[in-house]
């Protein structure tokens, strides 16, 4: 992973993050950011998770750096917003009691054994044929889950059958850091 978020970086993800969704309600479109140097200019893969009074209503990102991270925010929390096809999109109501959740995340790697994966440091991404789940590695923490609930969770989110990782799924596993408001 690239060098880590500084706590000065961190908040001002959190607040471009909340900017692009403000000005997504006022106008309908994506916000432009002016020309940055450093770290918010690197290319780096991230999501953002919106939550609402505790409940999730929105989680979407780029797994890969293909964008920078500042460009990456914009439009996925505009996409969390918006376009999370598990929820209605957030209403503008909402935004007082919206709480932003970014995770910014280091190169996928594949594993030779699923027992390599630690619950609570890992994300996983788990593939078989087309079809491919990913899961970040707050979420077997939040859920209380074991190695191997984690390991299933990922193969539904894929659309696989829950034991495809005993079974040649890939496992890839990531690093992520996370921040919220």
């Known amino acids: ?26 106008t309908g479109g994506h916000l432009h950011t002016p020309v940055r140097t450093g770290t918010l ?14 409940d999730l209503r929105g989680c979407i990102g780029y797994p890969l ?23 209605e999109p957030l209403g503008p109501n909402e935004l007082g009691r919206l709480k932003i959740e970014i995770s910014v995340l280091g190169l996928p790697e594949p594993i030779g054994d699923p027992k390599e994966v630690e619950v609570g440091r890992h994300g996983i991404i788990v593939s078989k044929g087309f079809a491919r789940g990913l899961l970040l590695p707050q979420v077997p923490v939040e859920h209380g889950w074991d190695k191997e609930t984690y390991l299933r969770h990922g193969c539904l989110k894929a659309g696989l059958a829950p034991e495809e990782w005993k079974r040649g799924a890939k496992i890839e596993v990531f690093t992520a850091q996370v921040f919220s408001e």
Do not use: H, W
């Not at 999501?47 to 505790?54: E, I, K, P, R």
């Not at 750096?65 to 929820?87: C, G, H, N, W, Y």
């Open 41 to 54: 200019k690197e290319k780096r893969g991230a999501f953002v998770t919106l939550t609402v009074a505790g």
């Open 65 to 87: 750096p293909v964008k920078s991270l500042d460009e990456t925010l914009i439009e996925m929390a505009v996409a969390a917003a918006s376009q999370d096809t598990r929820f």
């Open 1 to 26: 992973m690239s060098d880590p978020l500084t706590p000065a970086e961190e908040r001002a993800c959190l607040e471009l993050a909340r900017q692009a969704i403000e000005y997504y309600f006022k």
